[in-house]
């Protein structure tokens, strides 16, 4: 089949692209993007050419930034470039130089979609390129996402060529006589990439001369066998998830229900950026007693007693909020509701841990609302001792989580209320209060 129309079916086949849809399409001034600028345009789509000045090969660069330039004059089409100090980029993300023109790359490209009203972006991406990438992800560890190569469509990006081999693409220019620029660091094995295209692969050729169709034709079996595996991983999550206020919590008798527990592990965890390592610690650590911890660089993880918890990891706000005399109301840190009584003999005292009553006469102002400290102690109503509140927390079966929400009204420093817990027994009800202060805890 001719790659025109081979690429036209892909389009279709995958629902790549609309009927003379509106595309910004990148072009390098290579060979792959050249010829898919060709390919949209001959299929009746409107292209808006966007080129990127990555600044990194001298006067290399600039030339492929007038060479697109002047292809898009050619074609008739909107031009639209820019230039990144990609070097600083990486210096200053600490990272590779790879991954900075990526990021920079993409970022710039879904700014120009939007100014321009175009609902999709178009890549030169083709399927030696999938290969490399399978090779990539292979050796520096990855699920089975990561051997299927590089997916058709990732939202607004799109890859039409991805159906194409490298050699169909050169073979495609040749024969339409088209143009093209030389990207001299494609000789360099500077880059990983650059080393398995121009090492790695060869090297399997010599053992078989069609190692990219068949890697394509595996990598295609394993795009299938990725599509049973993600809905067997989604129906295991159903079973082992829950979420509750903004936490996931994974149900540890479930999970060892699983059959491989640490795949199903790599799976859920995978999403709040845990690496292989800390999941394999977490797996080792499931016969253990609670309150084992691991991290990742944006979630934290929990062994409770029947489940693992997941949180996003935020500063820890050691504010401190002062509450006047006689306000009514408060909503910030904690959403409180205040009101005086007389005390009499018909006067019932609340039962609930989320109304207390207080004598007010034992207050002194401004009260103090703060997150409990490490050495904290009061003395639970009903008990004249007192007790360290992480102790009355273990008692009360609270996680490491919950007791880090938990918060303390204070006077002169001295523990009123475990707010939505339990009352200090000094500042009890007894014969002799005379007003009383009923604080309510609203959730």
Not at 84 to 94: D, P, Q, S, V
Not at 319 to 339: A, G, M, Q
Request: charged content about 30%.
């Amino acid at each position: 089949m001719e790659t025109l129309k081979k690429v036209q079916e892909f389009i279709q086949t995958n629902e790549l692209l609309q009927p003379g849809e509106r595309i910004l399409v990148g072009v390098s001034g290579g060979v792959d993007s050249v010829v898919l600028l060709n390919i949209l345009l001959k299929s009746g789509y409107e292209c808006i050419v966007a080129h990127c000045n990555f600044h990194l090969r001298g006067s290399e660069s600039d030339r492929d930034e007038k060479f697109v330039e002047k292809l898009a004059k050619e074609y008739g089409v909107m031009f639209k470039k820019t230039d990144f100090n990609t070097t600083g980029y990486a210096r200053k993300n600490k990272i590779s130089i790879e991954m900075a023109a990526r990021e920079l790359r993409y970022e710039w490209f879904n700014r120009v979609a939007k100014e321009i009203h175009s609902g999709s972006i178009a890549v030169a991406h083709h399927a030696d390129d999938s290969i490399e990438t399978f090779f990539l992800n292979l050796v520096r560890g990855t699920g089975l996402k990561g051997l299927t190569g590089i997916d058709a469509k990732n939202g607004n990006i799109v890859r039409p060529l991805l159906t194409c081999t490298r050699q169909e693409i050169e073979k495609y220019a040749k024969i339409n006589n088209l143009q093209y620029v030389f990207d001299s660091t494609n000789a360099s094995n500077d880059y990983s990439r650059n080393k398995i295209r121009n090492q790695v692969i060869p090297l399997l050729s010599d053992i078989n001369p069609s190692v990219s169709q068949t890697f394509m034709e595996n990598i295609i079996r394993l795009r299938g066998i990725r599509k049973i595996y993600e809905a067997k991983i989604q129906n295991i999550k159903e079973k082992v998830l829950s979420e509750k206020e903004e936490n996931i919590y994974i149900d540890i008798e479930e999970l060892k229900k699983q059959a491989d527990i640490q795949t199903v592990l790599y799976e859920v965890l995978n999403e709040y950026n845990f690496n292989s390592k800390t999941i394999r610690e977490i797996v080792s650590g499931l016969e253990h007693n609670s309150g084992l911890q691991y991290a990742s660089p944006t979630h934290r993880l929990l062994k409770d007693r029947n489940a693992l918890i997941i949180q996003r990891m935020e500063p820890r706000n050691e504010t401190e909020y002062l509450v006047s005399k006689n306000i009514r109301e408060i909503t910030v840190p904690v959403h409180l509701h205040f009101r005086w009584i007389k005390n009499t003999p018909d006067f019932q005292i609340s039962r609930t841990a989320d109304t207390v009553h207080i004598d007010a006469d034992l207050l002194e102002y401004p009260l103090t609302i703060r997150k409990w400290r490490k050495g904290d102690t009061f003395q639970p109503f009903g008990m004249t001792q007192s007790k360290k509140l992480s102790d009355f927390f273990i008692n009360s079966k609270l996680s490491l989580y919950q007791k880090e929400e938990i918060r303390l009204l204070l006077s002169a420093e001295k523990i009123v209320w475990v707010i939505g817990m339990r009352i200090d027994n000094r500042f009890r009800i007894t014969d002799e209060t005379q007003n009383i202060l009923e604080i309510s805890y609203e959730k």
